[in-house]
């Protein structure tokens, strides 16, 4: 495999990714496939349909528009899926982005996944120069956990963090709150996560993909969440910054970190760093607009030159911030595209 520092330089490289409205993209997400040994009921279909492999984007692909964006000014690399770490011979691209963390521009690469395949690889990971990952975990209950994943055993994500903790990673649990689903958990999650010294985030639903849950029945506001939480404990504010959206508080009786993403009832457009790569190749400048440009082709059928074209044009064409309305009257998803096509 190529590694990063052998590649030629982008013709911009060393120019920032300043979009019109003045603000730096520092920060990629990958999505390295579309599939997933889960079915998360608010992120795919039951019966979902893949993409066939010519479509997706090679290693050498991804490590070169990787590295197009790091000599563009992007510092933090985030891996996602699907299931980032069922894809075949992940490791090997996660290494050959590791190397890049030294001295090369990259200050972090991380790691969004479900936790079923940390058990194999976590070692590996910190090798690769993986220090933190994000775990979704939306239930600690065996039974419902299998009903919200369609087929996970919870099980081996348990075991999974116990030995990622144990390599040494840093976790950050992230919980989907759904009302009527695990809107009961939310305490029992926290004291789980905070007792094991993990970070916990709270995400609000989000309507991307025709999915097995009711949106509207299941959509749980932050800020009703964290009311009824700061009723029972106390929330201190802190600076806190990870390069995603989450904003941070410190449970005072745990000691533990609490973080509430809410690109429903409060979006965090104003600061947004960050686009995300699909499995295809394809640049979304928002999760929640369709506006794309088409990496992988451009990359493809021009070389570097159109790839570094195709980066300036994307810079044009994002967005301000999304449009999520979620309500009877706006109850269709708000892009088609399922959440594990872009990685979330």
Partial sequence: MTHLASR?????????LVDRYGRHVTYLRISVTDRCDFR???????????????????????ETIAEAFVSRGVTKLRLTGGEPLVRRDIMDLVRSLGRHLKGGGLKEL???????????????????????????????DAERFTAITRRGRIADVL??????????????????????????????????????????????????????????ESYLPLKELRDRLAARYTL????????????????????????FITPMSHNFCESCNRVRLTAT???FM???????????DALREGGLDALD????????????????????????????????????
């Fill in 8 to 16: 030629p330089a982008l013709p911009s490289a060393g120019r920032p």
């Fill in 281 to 283: 190749g394809q640049l």
């Fill in 159 to 216: 075991g999974g963090i116990e030995a990622a903790q144990a390599a040494g990673l840093e976790i950050k649990i992230n919980m989907v709150a759904m009302r009527g689903v695990n809107e009961d958990e939310i305490e029992p999650m926290m004291a789980f996560a905070h007792g094991r010294g993990m970070g916990l985030t709270l995400i609000e639903g989000m309507p991307l993909g025709e999915v097995g849950i009711d949106r509207v």
């Fill in 236 to 259: 201190e504010k802190i600076d806190k910054r990870t390069g995603g959206p989450a904003r941070y508080v410190r449970v005072a009786e745990t000691g533990g970190v609490l973080g």
């Fill in 309 to 344: 074209a195709a980066l300036e044009h994307a810079m044009i064409l994002k967005p301000k911030g999304h449009d999520f309305v979620l309500d009877r009257e706006h109850a269709e998803p708000a892009v088609m595209r399922h959440m594990s096509v872009t990685g979330g």
């Fill in 40 to 62: 998360c009921v608010y992120c795919m279909a039951e019966n979902m349909t893949f993409l066939p492999k010519r479509e997706i984007l090679s290693f050498e692909e991804i």
């Fill in 110 to 140: 991380t790691v969004t996944t479900n936790g079923s395949q940390l058990a194999r690889y976590a070692e590996e990971l910190v090798e690769a120069g993986v220090r933190r990952i994000n775990v979704s975990l939306d239930t600690l």
């Fill in 286 to 296: 928002c999760l929640g607009q369709d506006d794309q440009v088409n990496l992988r």
